[in-house]
């Protein structure tokens, strides 16, 4: 595992509680008035340590499964690992998940 997993801030900062700035610069909002705020959180994120700099682009959660991956060079299916069984309630939401993404009827 990274060092980076333990330097992540904790749940409850402003980082993890902001949208992953990779979103909004991918939207388009990260510049103009408009979009002080997020012009604000562009402008900053050049200068953060690492860790920090992932959480804020990808968001805590990503950041987190980022910095635990035992082999960052490689795609997922070149690491040998267990595969996750999900039960019946996890697949069933991560349907749901993708069909309110997808704007899918029910």
């Known amino acids: 595992m990274s060092d980076l997993a333990v330097a992540l801030p904790e749940p409850t900062s402003v980082v993890a ?16 008035h408009r979009y002080s705020e997020e012009t604000h959180r562009t402008a900053e994120f050049w200068d953060l340590q690492t860790a920090e700099a992932m959480a ?4 805590i ?6 910095a635990g991956d035992p082999e960052p060079q490689w795609p997922v299916w070149r690491v040998a690992h267990e595969p996750k069984a999900l039960s ?6 991560r349907i749901e998940a993708i069909r309110r993404a997808l704007g899918a009827p029910r």
């Open 88 to 93: 019946a309630d996890e697949v069933a939401a």
């Open 17 to 32: 509680e902001a949208q992953p700035l990779r979103e909004t610069v991918l939207a388009g909002r990260f510049f103009g």
């Open 61 to 66: 959660a990503a950041a987190c499964r980022l």
């Open 56 to 59: 804020t682009w990808f968001g």
